[in-house]
């Protein structure tokens, strides 16, 4: 049998790969694709008064409902938050190593006009990895904080349909109890760009990406 098609997605968070690609992730596992999920922190301080392994346990309890509703499997890592490339060598081996092993046919990771610094942070690293990695995979871009885009208005994008999907990623975001300020931030922008893009295709909801490699 021929081996299943790899999508790789890189994020810094725990939610980033739902908010950023929930509904595409759960499209490709519907179509019977291996989604594989790096995320590079736990996010230990988004609750400072709690000790950092019960946030992590959190955290990563959540993810893992999450992923169960669309369908792909996140690997964590431990880097800090706002620190990401002071621990990057620490890691780096072991990111390469997967990543060769993984053999993706895409990858999707956060664009480099997000804020966010470890967003920001994860862009590069992503580049950097798969530059080292020899991996031939094309490389598209989602967006979190930031509402559009400004530079990458000419680039390639990749538009999924998300239409039969959005329900799942809905869902999957529900299970983020502990980020729900976050979330309810975040959600009517979310939906105000969905909307957006599957007008642009003629669905509709759609996810869009731009297309760097």
């Known amino acids: 049998m021929p081996k299943k098609e790899t999508i790789l997605v890189i994020c810094a968070h725990s939610d980033d790969h739902i908010l950023g690609a929930g509904g595409t992730i759960a499209q490709y596992a519907a179509e019977g694709k291996r989604v594989r999920v790096i995320v590079l922190s736990y996010g230990e301080k988004s609750h400072p008064w709690l000790r950092p392994r019960f946030t992590k346990d959190i955290r990563e309890r959540e993810t893992h409902h999450a992923d169960r509703i669309v369908g792909c499997r996140s690997t964590f890592f431990d880097l800090k938050e706002g620190s990401f490339p002071g621990g990057f060598a620490a890691i780096k081996g072991q990111l390469l190593a997967l990543v060769k092993n993984l053999k993706p046919r895409k990858v999707f990771t956060h664009t480099n006009e997000d804020p966010h610094p470890d967003h920001l942070a994860t862009h590069a690293i992503t580049l950097e990895v ?14 979190i904080w930031n509402p559009f885009s400004l530079r990458k208005s000419h680039a390639p994008r990749l538009y999924v349909d998300t239409t039969h999907t959005f329900g799942k990623k809905i869902r999957a975001i529900r299970h983020f109890q502990s980020q729900r300020p976050a979330m309810l931030v975040l959600l009517w922008g979310i939906l105000a760009r969905e909307l957006k893009n599957g007008l642009h295709i003629g669905t509709r909801i759609a996810e869009c990406f731009y297309r760097i490699q």
């Open 130 to 143: 798969l530059q080292e990695a020899r991996v031939k995979a094309e490389v598209y871009l989602f967006s």
